[in-house]
């Protein structure tokens, strides 16, 4: 079976960019299952109903999350109400929501989803090495085919979770930087990676802001609030192939879409 799995998706440009091509990239890849983050789906920052509404009206069928899961109150309410909206599994585990599921694919497979948050140059979480031992003790009961978003800022913790949990999950694909990476490959025991999927937003920006913002944060030191850029859109992923008896993968292809809007 095929996955795609997204990068990050930031604000209105990127959920216009998924408006635009998601579907032909479903239907030219064949993809049977499709996996996006959506901490940014909101202005840049957090998602609100409406916005993850439209990701599951456009074909998404899972949704990750990271840091900037409650930057938005309609996540306290939301995460609870919405098994395909997921938040990182080593928050406390009284926090709304949980960090894992398990979703049927087009072709009527079970495939399990589990979220984690790094924490090195982070909050101070639970460990996500031992948060994705117990969690994967459960997945792994329901389906073999598991792909695990690695929400983190420093690429040394990303690796070593792909390390950490080559051979037991398909794939370990990293979110939150926003720049795709040029590592995609298959571990040695079957686990497909890549240090980070990329951003599906604007690409005329600074990591899907303003770039003007960013600038003056870096020479003069003055801070400014965000704003979440305009203009061309880009679309970041990769198409994941995997062995639906082993469970283990066989590819793993980065996905560079650019679309240009008024």
Not at 93 to 109: L, M
Not at 239 to 256: C, F, H, M, V
Request: include cysteine; hydrophobic fraction near 45%.
């Amino acid at each position: 079976m095929k996955i795609l799995a997204i990068g990050d998706v930031v604000g209105r440009v990127g959920r216009r960019a998924l408006s635009v091509g998601l579907n032909a990239i479903v239907t030219n890849t064949k993809a049977d299952f499709v996996l996006a983050n959506a901490e940014n789906l909101a202005g840049g920052f957090g998602f609100t109903r409406d916005t993850v509404e439209e990701m599951f009206k456009l074909g998404v069928d899972a949704l990750t999350t990271g840091n900037h899961v409650w930057d938005k109150k309609e996540a306290l309410d939301l995460l609870p109400r919405e098994p395909r909206l997921l938040r990182p599994a080593n928050f406390p585990e009284a926090a709304p929501g949980k960090g894992a599921g398990v979703f049927t694919s087009r072709g009527g497979v079970k495939v399990g989803v589990l979220n984690l948050q790094g924490r090195v140059f982070m909050e101070a979480l639970d460990c996500p090495f031992r948060r994705a031992e117990a969690e994967l003790a459960a997945l792994s009961k329901e389906t073999k085919i598991i792909i695990v978003d690695m929400h983190a800022e420093a690429t040394s913790e990303k690796i070593a979770m792909a390390n950490f949990l080559d051979g037991r999950v398909s794939a370990v694909v990293g979110t939150h930087t926003h720049v795709q990476t040029a590592d995609a490959r298959v571990f040695p025991r079957g686990t497909a990676y890549i240090t980070d999927l990329g951003m599906t937003g604007p690409s005329h920006s600074i990591i899907g802001i303003q770039p003007e913002i960013i600038l003056k944060r870096f020479l003069l030191k003055i801070p400014e609030r965000f704003q979440e850029a305009h203009g061309p859109g880009q679309f970041n992923g990769a198409l994941i192939e995997i062995d639906e008896n082993t469970g283990l993968a066989r590819s793993i292809k980065p996905i560079q879409s650019s679309y240009e809007f008024n």
